[in-house]
């Protein structure tokens, strides 16, 4: 297909169902040639995945979907894809949008309908991601980004083994979406809890175009693109841009930016008190008696995940960095420095009452001293590991 045959995909996610669906009816009325899919993960768990259609006519069909492995979003991936190459090759609709689960990310779920495979076909030659929405209650996002309840503790989790929090699938919908659909209740207009609700939505996803429900602006608005590499690289620790610091509304966004290393034990035992800190937070840092690898701090609802992102180009000879992408190359070339090369604190917290002093203090106290930093990297990578329970065990 030439791209202007391709089916256009709107991708739209969202916990919050009553703005999700608003967002979903507004595309219909905006597009009535388009169609919707959703795969319905409710009864999941009793081995049944419904998968409903409808268009501006109304309900087109509802099937079970057959489990694959027993795995709800496998049996969504795998059903969604040919679904989407049967509608358009059949040519009756010039739309689909794409309604996800609660519970979905939809970075995955963007990443297979952009680069899978269904026949002898890639999804790139049959459809075309031009728009992710996610659908948000601007009322919701502050009390639900500051709670630890699991995803299915309100039934809106992706499968069994789900054991994501409200605040981790909030904060990353916002993250990647490229629109924010914003409802809020009409009588909520100019209170507190609303300017607050959407201070923290422009502080955690500066960059995203915000549109509001009912205005009829979604419509264009979630057809003007998406570059799903870009998407990837913005949610990307290693590549990511952290918000800037901000105060708004009674939210604040604090940047945290040092070079010098953290000592592992202190700031291990430093984290009861910076998670809970902020409802949200996030970055990359590096870890004294682990100098050469890069580590990711993702935190959301004072739950906080630290995951491995690879080496620092620092640790590594010159002649590696070119099987690393030029992003990346580029990245820890503009912020080198001449000790630590690209090695670099660079955490953002974002919270409504944040105590910005409170948690820069902690964090400097985190970071060697002196006399730690002049002991060098065998002095350092004697220090207590106390990362292991979070990470592989120092040269394991």
Known sequence: MSPSSLLPVVVVGGLHEAARRQAVLELLEAHRDAVVLHHDLARAGEGRVRREARDASGPLHDVRVPLTNDCPC??????????????????????????????????????????????????????????????????RVVPELSVS???????????????????????????????????????????????AGLAMLRQLHPTVRAVKLGTGALGA?????????????????????????????????????RRRPLHPERLYEALEELVPAAQRSRGRFWLANRPDLMLAWDAAGANLAVEECGPWLAALPDAVWELYPPARRAAAALDWDRRHGDRVQQ???TAEGLDADGITELLDSCLLTDVELAAGEPGWKALPDAFEDLLDPVGS
């Open 74 to 139: 496998c049996a969504l991936r795998e059903d969604l894809l040919p679904e989407l190459r049967r509608i358009a090759e059949a040519g009756r609709h010039r739309l689909a949008v794409v309604e996800l689960w609660g519970g979905s990310d939809p970075h995955p779920l963007v990443e297979v309908i952009a680069g899978g495979e269904t026949g002898d076909r890639c999804m790139h030659e049959v459809v075309d991601v031009v728009g992710v929405v996610t659908a948000v209650d601007a009322l």
């Open 149 to 195: 309840d699991q995803l299915s503790e309100h039934r809106l989790h992706t499968c069994a083994d789900d054991e994501r929090t409200l605040a981790e699938a909030l904060a990353h919908q916002i993250e990647y979406a490229g629109v924010l659909a914003v409802a809020a209740a009409r009588e909520a207009a100019g209170s507190a809890e609303l300017h």
């Open 347 to 349: 955490l953002s917290f």
């Open 221 to 257: 608005a979630a057809l003007a693109g998406f570059d799903v590499a870009a998407a990837r690289d913005r949610v990307n620790p290693a590549l990511a841009l952290l918000p800037q610091q901000a105060d708004e509304a009674g939210v604040a966004t604090l940047v945290w930016e």
